[in-house]
């Protein structure tokens, strides 16, 4: 199989353009709130009924590892190029992320919008994430505290949806606190009429590490639970990891369902596979919600694996099919850029 062009995140976003970030940061704050004033947003969330959103959350909880490196995701320049570069992929539907990186991402929109009139954010999906507190290996870990993302900013700014987690432990209490906290998030995201990404995930505690118990079983019973939160379902999708027999996890409700892809992995092949099993599972499961998989596919340009995706959810490509998308995706080695 012929590989995709090696991606080069510091060829693809000069490095001025960093320093241009910070230079708004300290003398135009306010340019964030233009942009988002600014940016053409969606008539509806989905186009097809599908999605294919990024995952850019990991940093604010303390994960900075991928593709063997542990540091990978805390060189801002590299992760925002990867960001752009999916960003820029018309088989990519949206971001998810922090108020950081999605501040950032406006800035960057506003210097393309000066430039051509219009933005790659224009018409893409942006979800902003809520509770990051939880920090990975903290004591508190189970607390997931909501210290990103309120409703009503997120109105303001006009982001289209918020996510959140709630990891079940069930010999831990706070989980409790969690799962409560996200219940008052879904009734303020309601009300705001903004639309909520819920992650649930039973865990349990191996080796002094929480480990996510991925069984039919487990999925089915903790996404009832998630269902239930709040004081209505009616703006709610779900984003719940693959597992054998997903049909099971998608039969527990009707609410939409996004796969998440867990860490980084070397086979694409393993990973799309999955995905199209989960994709053939049920009606319900709509799309990806995926994070290291598609931003560090190895030295790949991270646009591959957004075309093989992209085929996957938007047009109902075999694995076969989606990996052949996979060796030609990102084609050329891309050019910088232009902002």
Known sequence: MKMSAQFKAEEFLPGQVMDRITEVRV??????????????????????????????????????????????MSVRRQYLARILRLLTQPNVDGIMSTPDVLDELLILSSFMRRRRGESFLDGKVMVGCMNRGGLAGASFEMNDRFGAYQASELKRMRIDGAKMMFRLDLDNPDSGATIQACAEALRQLAEAGVTAFLEPLPVERVEGKYKVIKTAQAMARIIGVATALGNSSRLLWLKVPYVEDYAAVARASTCPLLML?????????????????????????????????????????????????GGLVHDG?????????????GGQAPEPLDL
Do not use: C, K
Not at 50 to 68: E, M, N, Q
Not at 272 to 277: D, G, L, V, Y
Not at 317 to 329: C, E, I, K, R, T
């Open 261 to 309: 892809g867990g860490g980084s992995r070397d086979d694409p092949r393993e990973v799309i596979s999955e995905f199209a099993a989960g994709m053939s599972a049920a009606g319900n499961v709509r799309g990806v919600l995926v994070g290291r998989n598609i931003l560090f596919p190895g030295d790949n340009d991270p646009a591959a694996m957004a075309s093989a995706l």
């Open 317 to 329: 490509l075999s694995v076969d099919q989606a990996m052949d998308l996979y060796a030609q995706g």
């Open 27 to 72: 003398n135009e704050p306010s340019r964030v709130l233009q942009e988002a004033a600014a940016r053409r947003i969606r008539p509806h969330l989905t186009n097809d009924g599908r999605l294919v959103i990024v995952a850019a959350d990991h940093p604010g909880r303390f994960v900075t590892a991928a593709a063997g490196d542990p540091l990978a």
